[in-house]
Protein backbone atom coordinates (compact mmCIF):
# COMPACT_ATOMS: atom_id res chain seq x y z
CA UNK A 1 0.00 0.00 0.00
CA UNK A 2 1.06 3.30 -1.00
CA UNK A 3 0.11 6.34 1.45
CA UNK A 4 0.46 9.65 1.29
CA UNK A 5 0.13 12.35 4.32
CA UNK A 6 0.29 16.45 3.95
CA UNK A 7 1.29 18.66 6.35
CA UNK A 8 -1.27 21.23 7.83
CA UNK A 9 -2.93 22.87 5.11
CA UNK A 10 -2.95 26.69 5.45
CA UNK A 11 -5.68 28.84 4.00
CA UNK A 12 -6.43 29.33 0.76
CA UNK A 13 -2.94 29.08 -0.41
CA UNK A 14 -2.69 25.77 0.84
CA UNK A 15 -6.61 24.40 -0.47
CA UNK A 16 -4.94 25.70 -3.93
CA UNK A 17 -2.03 23.53 -3.82
CA UNK A 18 -3.69 21.13 -3.39
CA UNK A 19 -5.84 21.10 -6.06
CA UNK A 20 -2.81 21.57 -8.16
CA UNK A 21 -1.10 18.91 -7.06
CA UNK A 22 -2.63 16.07 -5.23
CA UNK A 23 -3.79 14.79 -8.55
CA UNK A 24 -0.57 14.69 -9.89
CA UNK A 25 0.54 12.96 -6.94
CA UNK A 26 -1.76 10.05 -6.82
CA UNK A 27 -0.86 9.38 -10.81
CA UNK A 28 2.65 9.59 -10.04
CA UNK A 29 2.76 7.54 -7.20
CA UNK A 30 -0.26 5.20 -7.97
CA UNK A 31 -1.26 6.37 -4.33
CA UNK A 32 -4.09 4.39 -2.54
CA UNK A 33 -4.65 6.58 0.34
CA UNK A 34 -4.50 10.42 0.69
CA UNK A 35 -4.24 11.92 4.25
CA UNK A 36 -4.38 15.69 5.18
CA UNK A 37 -4.08 17.80 7.94
CA UNK A 38 -7.00 20.07 7.73
CA UNK A 39 -7.07 21.92 10.52
CA UNK A 40 -5.76 25.26 9.27
CA UNK A 41 -7.62 25.24 5.91
CA UNK A 42 -9.82 27.84 6.96
CA UNK A 43 -8.40 31.67 6.89
CA UNK A 44 -5.08 29.76 8.50
CA UNK A 45 -7.69 28.37 11.83
CA UNK A 46 -10.14 25.84 11.85
CA UNK A 47 -11.75 24.64 8.97
CA UNK A 48 -15.51 24.71 7.50
CA UNK A 49 -17.84 22.40 6.12
CA UNK A 50 -16.56 23.73 2.15
CA UNK A 51 -13.59 23.68 2.93
CA UNK A 52 -13.21 20.33 3.53
CA UNK A 53 -15.27 19.56 0.76
CA UNK A 54 -12.53 21.00 -1.42
CA UNK A 55 -9.97 19.68 -0.03
CA UNK A 56 -11.78 16.02 -0.35
CA UNK A 57 -12.55 17.04 -3.93
CA UNK A 58 -8.79 17.62 -4.47
CA UNK A 59 -8.21 13.81 -3.92
CA UNK A 60 -7.99 13.58 -0.05
CA UNK A 61 -9.39 10.31 1.37
CA UNK A 62 -9.27 11.36 4.73
CA UNK A 63 -8.79 14.83 6.83
CA UNK A 64 -7.39 14.65 10.13
CA UNK A 65 -6.76 17.64 12.66
CA UNK A 66 -5.96 19.23 15.82
CA UNK A 67 -5.92 21.65 18.08
CA UNK A 68 -8.04 24.42 15.85
CA UNK A 69 -10.71 21.94 14.54
CA UNK A 70 -13.04 23.81 16.67
CA UNK A 71 -12.69 27.14 15.52
CA UNK A 72 -15.84 27.16 13.23
CA UNK A 73 -18.96 25.97 14.71
CA UNK A 74 -20.11 25.23 10.84
CA UNK A 75 -18.15 22.24 11.43
CA UNK A 76 -19.48 20.58 14.14
CA UNK A 77 -22.41 18.46 12.36
CA UNK A 78 -20.11 17.25 9.91
CA UNK A 79 -17.62 15.61 12.69
CA UNK A 80 -20.29 13.30 13.39
CA UNK A 81 -21.30 13.01 10.06
CA UNK A 82 -20.54 10.30 7.07
CA UNK A 83 -17.57 13.14 6.00
CA UNK A 84 -14.13 11.43 6.51
CA UNK A 85 -12.82 13.97 8.68
CA UNK A 86 -11.20 13.33 12.37
CA UNK A 87 -10.77 15.24 15.58
CA UNK A 88 -8.26 13.73 18.01
CA UNK A 89 -9.17 10.53 19.67
CA UNK A 90 -7.89 11.67 22.93
CA UNK A 91 -10.15 14.58 23.62
CA UNK A 92 -12.80 14.03 27.03
CA UNK A 93 -15.98 11.78 26.42
CA UNK A 94 -18.54 13.72 24.69
CA UNK A 95 -17.26 15.83 22.10
CA UNK A 96 -18.57 15.74 18.47
CA UNK A 97 -16.50 13.44 16.00
CA UNK A 98 -14.84 10.37 16.11
CA UNK A 99 -10.80 9.54 16.57
CA UNK A 100 -10.32 6.88 14.01
CA UNK A 101 -11.57 5.69 10.85
CA UNK A 102 -11.29 2.34 8.44
CA UNK A 103 -11.12 2.93 4.71
CA UNK A 104 -10.55 0.42 2.50
CA UNK A 105 -7.51 -1.81 3.87
CA UNK A 106 -6.27 1.14 6.45
CA UNK A 107 -7.05 1.96 10.23
CA UNK A 108 -6.31 6.35 10.29
CA UNK A 109 -6.12 7.29 13.82
CA UNK A 110 -5.84 11.41 14.75
CA UNK A 111 -3.96 11.82 18.13
CA UNK A 112 -3.37 14.91 20.26
CA UNK A 113 -0.13 16.03 22.77
CA UNK A 114 -0.32 17.30 25.25
CA UNK A 115 3.50 19.13 26.46
CA UNK A 116 2.67 22.77 25.33
CA UNK A 117 -0.64 22.16 24.69
CA UNK A 118 -3.47 21.31 26.43
CA UNK A 119 -4.38 18.82 29.30
CA UNK A 120 -5.89 16.53 26.94
CA UNK A 121 -6.04 12.82 28.05
CA UNK A 122 -2.91 10.32 27.94
CA UNK A 123 -2.61 10.00 24.11
CA UNK A 124 -0.08 6.66 24.55
CA UNK A 125 -3.19 4.99 26.81
CA UNK A 126 -5.67 6.23 24.21
CA UNK A 127 -4.26 4.70 21.52
CA UNK A 128 -2.88 1.28 23.41
CA UNK A 129 -7.26 1.29 24.41
CA UNK A 130 -8.47 1.43 20.66
CA UNK A 131 -5.59 -1.49 19.63
CA UNK A 132 -6.80 -3.62 21.94
CA UNK A 133 -10.27 -3.07 21.88
CA UNK A 134 -10.92 -2.69 18.23
CA UNK A 135 -11.61 -5.93 16.58
CA UNK A 136 -10.95 -6.84 12.65
CA UNK A 137 -8.54 -3.80 11.69
CA UNK A 138 -7.03 -3.99 9.10
CA UNK A 139 -2.74 -4.40 9.46
CA UNK A 140 -2.30 -1.07 7.52
CA UNK A 141 -2.59 1.67 10.56
CA UNK A 142 -1.75 5.47 10.21
CA UNK A 143 -1.37 7.61 13.16
CA UNK A 144 -1.07 11.87 12.36
CA UNK A 145 0.40 12.74 15.92
CA UNK A 146 -0.24 16.55 16.27
CA UNK A 147 1.74 17.69 19.13
CA UNK A 148 3.93 20.82 19.53
CA UNK A 149 7.04 18.68 21.60
CA UNK A 150 9.72 16.61 19.41
CA UNK A 151 10.32 14.43 22.51
CA UNK A 152 6.37 13.84 22.14
CA UNK A 153 6.45 12.51 19.24
CA UNK A 154 9.75 10.77 19.14
CA UNK A 155 8.71 8.86 22.62
CA UNK A 156 5.18 8.08 20.39
CA UNK A 157 7.02 6.71 17.69
CA UNK A 158 8.94 4.31 19.80
CA UNK A 159 5.84 3.60 22.39
CA UNK A 160 4.39 2.34 18.78
CA UNK A 161 6.71 0.73 17.06
CA UNK A 162 6.22 -2.32 15.54
CA UNK A 163 1.92 -1.76 16.98
CA UNK A 164 1.25 0.63 13.98
CA UNK A 165 2.78 0.87 10.12
CA UNK A 166 3.33 4.86 10.92
CA UNK A 167 3.61 7.65 13.08
CA UNK A 168 3.44 11.04 11.41
CA UNK A 169 3.73 14.39 13.50
CA UNK A 170 1.83 17.73 12.40
CA UNK A 171 0.99 20.79 14.42
CA UNK A 172 4.20 22.85 13.89
CA UNK A 173 4.64 23.56 10.24
CA UNK A 174 7.89 23.24 9.88
CA UNK A 175 9.19 19.67 8.03
CA UNK A 176 11.95 17.50 9.95
CA UNK A 177 14.59 15.51 8.51
CA UNK A 178 14.35 12.38 10.30
CA UNK A 179 12.40 10.03 8.11
CA UNK A 180 13.11 6.67 9.15
CA UNK A 181 11.57 3.38 9.46
CA UNK A 182 11.85 2.43 13.34
CA UNK A 183 13.15 -0.67 14.28
CA UNK A 184 10.39 -2.86 14.58
CA UNK A 185 8.86 -1.42 11.35
CA UNK A 186 6.90 1.54 12.35
CA UNK A 187 7.63 4.38 9.55
CA UNK A 188 8.48 7.56 11.31
CA UNK A 189 8.74 11.70 10.73
CA UNK A 190 8.58 14.30 13.58
CA UNK A 191 6.71 16.61 11.60
CA UNK A 192 5.56 16.53 8.23
CA UNK A 193 5.26 20.53 7.68
CA UNK A 194 2.71 22.23 6.04
CA UNK A 195 0.78 23.34 2.75
CA UNK A 196 1.70 27.03 2.71
CA UNK A 197 3.09 30.18 1.45
CA UNK A 198 7.03 29.77 1.61
CA UNK A 199 7.59 33.35 2.54
CA UNK A 200 5.71 33.50 5.73
CA UNK A 201 6.18 32.29 9.47
CA UNK A 202 4.75 28.82 9.12
CA UNK A 203 2.13 30.29 7.03
CA UNK A 204 1.53 33.81 8.21
CA UNK A 205 1.87 36.62 7.44
CA UNK A 206 5.65 37.48 8.55
CA UNK A 207 5.10 41.66 9.28
CA UNK A 208 1.75 40.74 10.86
CA UNK A 209 3.98 37.87 13.26
CA UNK A 210 6.65 40.37 13.48
CA UNK A 211 4.78 42.78 15.18
CA UNK A 212 3.18 40.40 17.65
CA UNK A 213 6.90 39.12 19.09
CA UNK A 214 7.91 42.97 18.84
CA UNK A 215 4.69 44.21 21.05
CA UNK A 216 3.03 41.33 22.47
CA UNK A 217 -0.30 42.45 21.68
CA UNK A 218 -2.74 40.23 19.50
CA UNK A 219 -3.52 40.76 16.33
CA UNK A 220 -4.82 39.05 13.37
CA UNK A 221 -2.43 36.89 11.71
CA UNK A 222 -3.58 36.69 8.25
CA UNK A 223 -1.88 33.79 5.93
CA UNK A 224 1.11 35.02 3.72
CA UNK A 225 1.12 35.29 0.22
CA UNK A 226 3.14 34.27 -2.77
CA UNK A 227 4.64 30.84 -3.47
CA UNK A 228 3.49 28.37 -2.15
CA UNK A 229 4.91 24.78 -0.49
CA UNK A 230 3.06 21.45 -0.22
CA UNK A 231 5.09 19.10 2.51
CA UNK A 232 4.37 15.47 2.66
CA UNK A 233 5.31 12.06 3.17
CA UNK A 234 5.21 8.99 1.03
CA UNK A 235 5.00 5.79 3.18
CA UNK A 236 5.06 2.17 1.59
CA UNK A 237 3.41 -0.39 3.54
CA UNK A 238 3.44 -3.83 3.44
CA UNK A 239 -0.95 -4.99 3.75
CA UNK A 240 0.07 -8.02 4.95
CA UNK A 241 2.44 -7.31 7.76
CA UNK A 242 1.67 -3.81 8.61
CA UNK A 243 5.07 -3.14 8.45
CA UNK A 244 6.33 -0.15 6.74
CA UNK A 245 8.70 -0.87 3.97
CA UNK A 246 10.09 2.98 3.52
CA UNK A 247 8.95 6.46 4.15
CA UNK A 248 10.60 9.50 1.98
CA UNK A 249 9.64 13.27 1.60
CA UNK A 250 7.98 14.56 -0.83
CA UNK A 251 7.97 18.68 -1.66
CA UNK A 252 6.74 20.41 -4.51
CA UNK A 253 6.26 24.32 -4.74
CA UNK A 254 3.15 26.37 -7.04
CA UNK A 255 3.31 29.79 -7.71
Known amino acids: ?130 LSELRNRPPVIIVDFHAEATSEKMAMGRYLDGRVSAVLGTHTHVGTIDTRVLPNGTAYVTDIGMVGPVDSVIGDDSEAVLQRFLT ?20 EVDEATGRAVSISRVTREVD
Open 1 to 130: MIVLAVGDVIGKPGRQACARLLPELRERYSLDLVIVNAENAAGGVGVTPDTAEELLNAGADVLTSGNHVWAHKAILPCLDSDMPLLRPLNYPPGVPGRGYIVTGRCLVVNLIGRTFMNAFDCPFRTIDRL
Open 216 to 235: MLPNRLPVGKGKTVLDAVLV
